[in-house]
């Protein structure tokens, strides 16, 4: 896989913390303190640490999204792909502790390799994405009700569960999840990733391919890349999801939607070539707040889709008025 040259690469725009960061932030402050008021559980730095935990699925599928996103993609595979390996994994472990050693880099590996197929037919074969990861999620969903029968069968290990349902007790803050110590890791190597030569070319694809051809780099290559991380972005969220909630043919059902309305919230923009990895992580954060301040508020669960399609419109019509003026701009 090739790269630009050192000049053309320095010449690339760097994603900045301000890219969609402030205005996302700035709601999921409010968001924050409304829940201090909403509920006596956020009254303690417990009850915000619980809601890193629940969030820190999605926050990680953000990761992966954005990478596709921002690289001008979508990934639409990837609550089936969640669903897929909570269910091979309670499939392979049986309850058998000693099983747990290869079957998380069996889940990773499967992740990585659905990743892989659909950033191949995407590059290769010229499918847009979304026709091909709609494809990959029916095809996902299918095997698993073949080999489930619709219900899951098997048992995951204690040492499965740790990472997703334990953590380790600090002073003054109580007990930390080990999932939010995981999150916390990944979003310092996406941050890394992003502000790396690399990372700076995969938002330039998205804006101008075009650009990244003629400075040397390989198109293909990073959108390749950014679909391989995407599933192992799934594969790492359905480990947490499987030790937070146990198995279910239905635990990944509705993330792909999910995540997508959390990186467009975070200000990415559809169709790639802006936004920041930051602000899609935090964009998953404050749409889990808000979820969880409406079912405090005791409003009705059916609305949380309601807000997902209001915010995934806003995101659509908000990228065509841009790339609407740009094009006046250029035509001026």
């Not at 760097?14 to 890219?19: E, K, Y």
């Not at 051809?213 to 679909?227: H, I, K, T, Y």
């Not at 599933?231 to 999910?258: C, D, H, P, T, W």
């Amino acid at each position: 896989m090739t790269q630009p040259d050192t000049q053309a690469t320095r010449r690339l725009p760097r994603p900045t913390f301000s890219d969609g960061t402030g205005p996302v932030l700035a709601v999921l402050a409010l968001l924050l303190v409304a829940l201090a008021f909403a509920g006596p559980a956020y009254s303690e730095p417990s009850g915000y640490l619980a809601l890193l935990k629940r969030a820190a699925p999605l926050m990680i599928l953000a990761i992966g999204q954005y990478f596709v996103i921002v690289s001008g993609g979508f990934d639409l595979s990837v609550g089936s792909l969640v669903t897929a390996e909570v269910v091979i994994a309670a499939r392979l472990l049986d309850g058998d502790e000693s099983a747990t050693l290869w079957v998380i880099p069996l889940l990773l590996a499967i992740g990585a390799v659905v990743g892989l197929v659909n950033g191949l037919v995407t590059t290769r074969l010229l499918v847009p994405s979304f026709i091909v990861t709609l494809g990959m999620l029916l095809v996902l969903d299918g095997a698993v009700f073949l080999w489930t029968g619709g219900a899951p069968r098997g048992s995951l290990t204690e040492a499965f569960r740790t990472v997703g349902r334990e953590g380790f007790d600090v002073p003054l803050l109580g007990q930390v999840p080990w999932s939010v110590l995981l999150l916390a890791a990944l979003v310092v190597a996406a941050v890394m990733f992003m502000r790396s030569g690399r990372g700076r070319t995969l938002v330039a694809v998205g804006d101008n391919e075009t650009a990244v051809r003629l400075g040397g780099g390989s198109v293909e290559g990073m959108r390749l890349l950014a679909f391989v991380l995407s599933g192992l972005s799934a594969a790492v969220a359905a480990i947490l999801l499987g030790g937070f909630a146990g198995v279910s043919a239905q635990v990944g059902e509705g993330l792909e939607f999910q995540v997508i309305t959390a990186v467009v919230l975070g200000g990415v923009v559809l169709g790639g070539g802006r936004g920041s990895v930051v602000a899609a992580m935090a964009g998953a954060l404050t749409l889990e707040a808000l979820f969880s301040l409406l079912n405090l508020l005791g409003v009705s669960g059916g609305l949380e889709s309601a807000v997902q399609g209001v915010i995934i419109i806003a995101a659509v019509a908000y990228a065509a008025l841009g790339r609407s003026k740009f094009r006046t701009r250029r035509t001026a």
